[in-house]
Every structure is written in structure tokens, then in C-alpha cells.
């Protein structure tokens, strides 16, 4: 019986046992809490330092949980990194006080207990009655909210009513998608890339989708969507085949030197042969390696340091470029910088957005032009929207330029167009 209703290796109740806790709860009709927690990237912890690793870290997090939750219903694990806390406060403004308590006490447990760890946790909230009057409504909007903080990168989230809605968006999007991949009503379009002299040097492939029902999605919206949905693999091979394909007509009506710039989900680089399956693509579409630049952001590197270096490496071995997008706004490091074999840095669209008004942005692409030059990569310049924001980046020594200020992104027919009016006009 007691085996049956706890989990083995942290000794808190498990899933069966937080359902006949919280049945118990409904039953009696009170108003209660349900908390749900999840350990911030546990996987990278796990990749990390292993398995036997990542138990410790489990087992001493549900210590300190209940411990800290000593005063309420009681702690569980429910799975994986995932831990729930019912609470005998049932006012949704108190709920969310004592989370935020509680998840800041949790972080200075971790940080003085004996691996001396800093963790964060992501949690959602919700209160019976008022977010669900039954044990499943109950833990669903516990798990939207989770959900919730998780998608903000928020620490704390209490259930309201538009998760609903917001959710229910999603699946659509997740239904739709699968359809669009094979209907074709997904595409690419093409945004030039210059060189300081104006001349169109290369375009970056963004991707795009008009849907029937749902209309015009960002890709944003429906990259999130697939990532967190298991279609991302499909997606990013879809693209890569799509823009090669697209760039082999490009560079056959141009008639001169163009690269090609892909965005890779974080996601594409855990699917086994990777590499392979890039260069295969190059081949069929007969693209030279030279001519391609991935493009990656710093989340690639969340599932683990040393499974991501050998790819990147063998990629740039074959003579592709890779590039890193959105520079300066996650969490890289520059010792982490310096390790990487990356070519390119794409500084961000909201550091050029601010480079004329605002001193700290300024500052930040001066640090940013200074980093790429000393480590002999080339700098990219996104989002560049006016003459006075170009100016002032060919000045601190950027050397590429995309944005609405040259062109915005463009049909595949378009492209030659763009790069015919371009390049006269730099030779008139
Ligand atoms: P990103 O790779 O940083 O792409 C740049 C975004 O900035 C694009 O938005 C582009 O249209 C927009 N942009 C460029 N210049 C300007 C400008 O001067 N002003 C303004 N306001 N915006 C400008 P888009 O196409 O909506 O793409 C958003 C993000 O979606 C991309 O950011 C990229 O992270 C992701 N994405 C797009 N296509 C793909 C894809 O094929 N695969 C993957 N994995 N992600 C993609
Ligand atoms: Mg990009
Ligand atoms: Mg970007």
C-alpha cells in the first residue's frame, strides 16, 4: 500500500498518491492550493553530470521541498523534474505569495545544502475551487499555469482564464502545422543581407505560413509550437530543403556570388547524423558548402555543451558557416564564446532598435563589434531600419547589414529583383 502511493527515490508521495490526496480534498468540498514545480533545465543537469547526478539533485530538492512545505497538505514528485505542493491557502493572492516564498527559499536551501547548487524551479498555481471544481479541471489549470511560466521564463504563474485560450491556440496551430508541411502552404521568403558598400552579399531564409483557418502566423509562434510539440524536426528539415531548393534557383537567375543563411532550431541538433542529413540536402540541391551559414542562438547550448561542439565542428569542417542570431540577449558567456567554433554574430534588433538614443545599447554593440573582431568572426548587423542606425554601425565597424532599411524579406521570384537594384545602384 505504502509503496504503491510514494515514490522511491525522494520517499514524497508519488501521482497516485497526490490523486487520492487531492480526491480527499475535492471530496470534503474546502478550498485548497495545487502548486506544481518544475526543475529549471534538470536535463543539461543531467547531460552534464550524469544520471546519478541528477538523482541527487531530486532527492535533495524534495528534501528541502518538504521540508519547507512541512505547514501545508504535503509535498509530491509526480515524475521526471516535476514536483507538486498542496496547500491548505485557498485565496489565489496569498497562493502566489507563499510560491514566491517558497521558490526563493528553495534556492537558498540548494545553495547551502551539501551540493551547494544554484536552481531555479518554474511553477504554476491554481485554487479549488475557483480554477477547477474537480480533480482533473484542477490539475489542468495547474498545468496551463505551469505551462504558463515555463513559455515567459516567468518563475511563478497563477492560473487565469486566457491560459485557456492561449493553449487551445496552440493545439490548433500544432494541428494545422502538420497539415501545412505537407500541403505546402508553408514557404520561404528571402531577406538581403549587405555589405558596407550596399551590395547584396546574401540573403537569410525566413519562414512562412498562411493558413486557412488561423491566417498569418509568425514564425515565432509556430517554431514554439513545433518545438514544444515534437514537429520540430520535420519543420527545420522541411526548411532547409525548401530554402536550398529555393537558392539554387536564386543563384542560377542572379549569376553571382550569394550566401544562403538558415535558422536551426536548438532541437535539429540533438537528431542523430545531423550533419549528414545538412550535407545531404547541399548535395541534392547541388548548393556548394561555402555558400551556407547556420544560424543557431544560445539555447543550442542548454542540452549540453559536449554534444553540440562536435556537430558544430563537423559542419564547419565540410566549409559550412555558422552564425550566432540574437547575440547579447540569452545567456552566453564569453568564455563560452571563446570555445565555440562559430564564424558569425548577428548583433540584435533590439540593440540597433536603440543604438542612436540610448547610451547602454550603444555601449553593448561597441562590446559586441570588439568581441567578433577579436575572435576573427564577421559581424552582422539585424533589423536595421534607418540611414542613421546604418551609419553609425558602419562607424563602429560592423560589416554586414540586414533590415525594412535595405528590404524587407521578399518571395524567392523577388530576390533578383532586389539584387539587381541594389548592385546597379552601387555601380551608377
Ligand atoms: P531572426 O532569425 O532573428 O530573424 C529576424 C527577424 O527580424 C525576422 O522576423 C525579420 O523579418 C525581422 N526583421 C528584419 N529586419 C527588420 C527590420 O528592419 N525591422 C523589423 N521590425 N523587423 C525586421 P520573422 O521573419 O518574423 O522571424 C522571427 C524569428 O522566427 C526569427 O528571428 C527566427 O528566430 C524564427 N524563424 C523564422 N524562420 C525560421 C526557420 O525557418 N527556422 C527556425 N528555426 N526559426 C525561424
Ligand atoms: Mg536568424
Ligand atoms: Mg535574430
Known sequence: MYQSRHDDLTSLLNRVGLIDQIQQLVNRNDGFGVVLLDIDNFRGINDRFGQEHGDKVLSEFARCLRKLASDQ???????????????????PENLLVFCNELLEKLAREMASGPLRMQLGASVGAAVFPAHGDSFNSIIRSAHLALYQAKRT?????????????????????????????????????????????????????????????????????????????????????????????DFRNILDEVRE???????????????????ERVLLALKKHDVHPHYLTLEITETVFMSGFDQVVPVLEQLRHAGISLSMDDFGTG??????????????????????DNIIADEPARNMVESIIAIGKNHRMRLVAEGVEDKDQFATLVEMGCGRFQGYFFSRPVLVEEVGAVVRRCNTTIAT
Open 331 to 352: 545567456y552566453s558567456s564569453l568564455s563560452l564564446l571563446r570555445k565555440l567554433p562559430i564564424d558569425e554574430l548577428k548583433i540584435d534588433k533590439s540593440f540597433v
Open 73 to 91: 497538505y504535503g509535498a509530491s514528485r509526480l515524475g521526471g523534474d516535476e514536483f507538486a505542493v498542496i496547500s491548505n491557502i485557498r485565496e
Open 153 to 245: 521564463r516567468n518563475d511563478v504563474c497563477l492560473y487565469q482564464n486566457n491560459f485557456e485560450a492561449g493553449y487551445l491556440r496552440r493545439v490548433h496551430i500544432e494541428q494545422r502545422l502538420r497539415g501545412a508541411m505537407h500541403e505546402m502552404q508553408l514557404y520561404m521568403a528571402y531577406q538581403p543581407q549587405l555589405d558596407v558598400s550596399g551590395r547584396v552579399v546574401g540573403v537569410e531564409a525566413l519562414a512562412r505560413w498562411d493558413d486557412e483557418e488561423l491566417g498569418y502566423v509568425p514564425p515565432n509562434e509556430f517554431v514554439e509550437v513545433a518545438e514544444s510539440s515534437g514537429l520540430m524536426v520535420e519543420l527545420g528539415n522541411y526548411v532547409l530543403d525548401r530554402s536550398l531548393a
Open 257 to 275: 556570388p550569394l550566401e544562403l543563411s538558415v535558422n536551426i532550431s536548438a532541437m535539429q541538433f540533438m537528431q542523430l547524423g545531423f550533419a
